[in-house]
């Protein structure tokens, strides 16, 4: 049989990953696939640039359109990033009945709806594993390992770069500005990596999760989105002290009010698998009513570890081609017309516990006025830790742990503590989840 002939949209970290990944394991490839994979052609912005994975062999352009148009292109890859050109250039493919694969969380979180009912009409494949945990399998672990179970949940480590800080903040105290510019080097962070940092990306992950868990369309616009910039060395090294990792999660619960769609730095439990994930790796915990807890592990991000997740769904589209469109895995888990239409629950009724560190005034009676308020919003303190105040200092850092309660009732608590005369500077406010 032929090769499957594939178009490169962009080669940068994934482009030249996918490029070192089909080349190197081309035997292997055929054995799985049944034919060859091959990469024919590449657009780029500037073939001059030395590329780090070889282009012998790949037409290479600065017009992405002629890869789509290319009638040699079996499969389009799209690798380029962001909302447009990439848009419209996966719908173009997909009207010349190409099938895609990409690795664009972003893409499919804002326009996966349009571009999965187009695919449907055309009857051609968009495969999307490397948009969430990289080379993690987690796209096909939710979609088909666990079709059998009624999902209760999806939580997880799932932007490197985040977890590569924060493992650094912990590990060796290192300063946020360089741990970040180290991320980038290694290829990790996003081409704007604000949208690691302030949690968008992990938001386009989590949009995708919750949908492929519960079977609802992607709402991207309805995921609560937080950041780490808030998050401070002192809370890293208090977290421990009080037995907990900071970790930035991405949470899809269904409850009884409807779907809980979260991203925010968490502490958790040191002792739960999920707090020793370090570094750049990702892990995602999946909660069936039959499975039960299920943790998914691996590389979040870098060149190598996504580039295994897009042949693998080359591969994955490749023994599909002859395939009946009628008989194809949906692209979002559940039938197009059997989406639910779950309400996504307000945050201000999201229930979870809380850490909250204030710098208070060193003085009799304080405590007892920030109980008071906490009392009076109906929030029991689980623990109290008060430092001793720093040489000279009239000051002190007081922290506490919260019992489980409505995020609006910690609002209006927050509110009144901030109105305090004895409060010093802002309150520092993080959720906490156990998973046991
Ligand atoms: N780097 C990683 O670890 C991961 C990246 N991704 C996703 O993979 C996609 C690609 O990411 P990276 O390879 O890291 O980005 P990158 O910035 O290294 O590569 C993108 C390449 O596309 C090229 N490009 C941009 N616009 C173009 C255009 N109009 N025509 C031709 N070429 C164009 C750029 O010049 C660049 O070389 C993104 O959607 C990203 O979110 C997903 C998982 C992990
Ligand atoms: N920038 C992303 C790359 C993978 O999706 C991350 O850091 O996780
Ligand atoms: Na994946």
Do not use: W
């Not at 090769?3 to 054995?31: A, F, Q, S």
């Not at 590329?51 to 380029?80: H, K, M, W």
């Not at 495969?127 to 969430?132: I, S």
């Not at 080359?314 to 888990?333: E, I, M, S, Y």
């Amino acid at each position: 049989m032929r090769p499957v002939r594939v178009g490169l949209l962009g080669l940068g970290t994934v482009g030249c990953g996918t490029v070192d990944v089909l080349r190197r394991n081309r035997e292997e490839i055929i054995r799985r696939a049944g034919r060859a994979i091959e990469p024919v052609a590449a657009a780029v912005r500037d073939p001059a640039r030395p590329r780090s994975c070889p282009v012998d062999g790949l037409r290479l352009t600065t017009r992405p359109e002629e890869v789509v148009a290319d009638p040699a292109v079996d499969i389009v890859v799209e690798l380029i990033g962001g909302l447009e050109p990439a848009r419209s250039l996966v719908l173009a493919a997909i009207e010349r009945g190409r099938h895609v694969v990409t690795a664009n969380k972003a893409l499919i979180a804002h326009h996966g709806n349009e571009i999965f009912a187009a695919a449907h009409e055309r009857g051609v494949m968009v495969a999307f594993e490397a948009a969430v945990a990289g080379g993690i399998p987690v796209i096909k672990a939710v979609r088909e390992g666990l079709a059998g179970n009624c999902l209760r949940q999806v939580a997880g480590i799932i932007n490197g770069t985040c977890n590569y800080i924060l493992t650094a903040m912990r590990e060796e105290g290192a300063e946020f500005e360089a741990v970040l510019a180290e991320a980038q080097r290694l290829g990790y962070a996003e081409a704007d990596p604000s949208f690691d940092i302030d949690g968008i990306d992990a938001a386009h992950k989590l949009t995708i999760l919750g949908s492929l868990a519960f079977g609802i369309p992607l709402q991207y616009e309805r995921v609560h989105v937080e950041g780490i910039r808030g998050v401070s060395r002192a809370d890293v090294a208090f977290a421990a002290e009080l037995g907990y990792r900071i970790k930035h999660l991405g949470i899809a619960r269904r409850t009884g009010r409807g779907v809980e769609l979260r991203v925010h730095p968490t502490l958790v439990p040191a002792r739960e698998l999920i707090a020793s994930v370090d570094g750049v790796m990702n892990a995602v915990l999946v909660e069936g009513d039959a499975v039960g807890t299920t943790l998914f592990y691996g590389a979040g991000a870098g060149a190598d570890p996504t580039a295994s997740a897009v042949v693998a769904d080359l591969v994955d589209v490749t023994r599909a081609l002859t395939a009946d469109p009628g008989n194809r895995v949906p692209h979002l888990a559940f039938q197009p017309d059997a989406l639910a239409d779950l309400a996504v629950v307000p945050m201000a009724e999201v229930e979870s516990r809380y850490y909250l560190r204030m710098q208070v005034e060193d003085r009799p009676g304080v405590l007892a006025e920030i109980a008071r308020i906490l009392g009076e919003e109906g929030i029991s303190i689980e623990a109290v830790l008060q430092k001793e105040p720093a040489a000279g200092a009239a000051d002190v850092p007081l922290i506490m742990l919260t019992h489980r309660v409505r995020e609006g009732q910690v609002e209006r608590a927050l509110t009144r503590m901030r109105g305090l005369a004895c409060m010093r500077a802002g309150i520092c406010r993080i959720r906490l989840e156990s998973f046991e």
